[in-house]
T-cell receptor, first 114, second 112 residues
Framework: KAGVTQTPRYLIKTRGQQVTLSCSPI?????VSWYQQTPGQGLQFLFE???????NKGNFPGRFSGRQFSNSRSEMNVSTLELGDSALYLC?????????????FGSGTQLSVL | GQQVMQIPQYQHVQEGEDFTTYCNSS?????IQWYKQRPGGHPVFLIQ?????EVKKQKRLTFQFGEAKKNSSLHITATQTTDVGTYFC????????????FGKGTMLLVSP
């Protein structure tokens, strides 16, 4: 069974640009969560999608958005990039997103904003 | 907001020494999960604890969930260089769906 796939692996952007990151969950998993990881703040929850609906959202500005498609693949978008958005963006999937399920993480997208 | 506190932030040990990381919450947790992230890698699930006072072992790793379900610990006996990485505890702070809140992690360095 293929794992969680994130593309691209690395991205370099400049301030003010926008970026779209992609995540393909494990086959059969319908819940996709996104996390931002930085050395200072650790892993911070961005949002979670299930059946194309955003069920939970973390404390991030509106520049961060996402969506999920009918095949459970998910994208996240960051508009008007700021230097502080430089981070590793991790996507994780689980079957239903229930609180007793473990998360399977992708390898992440390393975003650098110059 | 609700959070999970994890200490220490960093620990450097000699190979063969023991290591412990602690996780604390101000609220009662339904369960707690532990993940390991190797340098340059992504978090990988290790274990989930559900019951009050639960203790689980995986070879040299021992996981405990406190009686009040507000704290947890991970203990590694006789560390090896393969144990290097960051260990995170994580808990669902909201009832219901997948809002897994992570502690800031403990980075473990093991010198041969």
């Amino acid at each position: 069974k293929a794992g969680v796939t994130q593309t691209p692996r690395y991205l370099i952007k400049t301030r003010g640009q926008q970026v779209t990151l992609s995540c393909s969950p494990i086959s059969g998993h319908r819940s996709v969560s996104w996390y931002q990881q930085t050395p200072g703040q650790g892993l911070q929850f961005l949002f979670e999608y299930f059946s194309e609906t955003q069920r939970n959202k973390g404390n991030f500005p509106g520049r961060f958005s996402g969506r999920q498609f009918s095949n459970s693949r998910s994208e996240m978008n960051v508009s008007t990039l700021e230097l502080g958005d430089s981070a590793l963006y991790l996507c994780a999937s689980s079957l239903r997103g229930a609180s007793n399920e473990k998360l399977f993480f992708g390898s992440g997208t390393q975003l650098s904003v110059l | 907001g609700q959070q999970v506190m994890q200490i220490p932030q960093y620990q450097h040990v000699q190979e063969g020494e023991d290591f412990t990381t602690y996780c604390n919450s101000s609220t009662t947790l339904s369960n707690i999960q532990w993940y390991k992230q190797r340098p340059g890698g992504h978090p990988v699930f290790l274990i989930q604890l559900v019951k009050s006072g639960e203790v689980k072992k995986q070879k040299r790793l021992t996981f405990q969930f406190g009686e009040a379900k507000k704290n947890s610990s991970l203990h590694i006996t006789a560390t090896q260089t393969t144990d290097v990485g960051t260990y995170f505890c994580a808990a669902f702070m909201n009832s219901g769906y997948s809002t897994l809140t992570f502690g800031k992690g403990t980075m473990l360095l093991v010198s041969p």
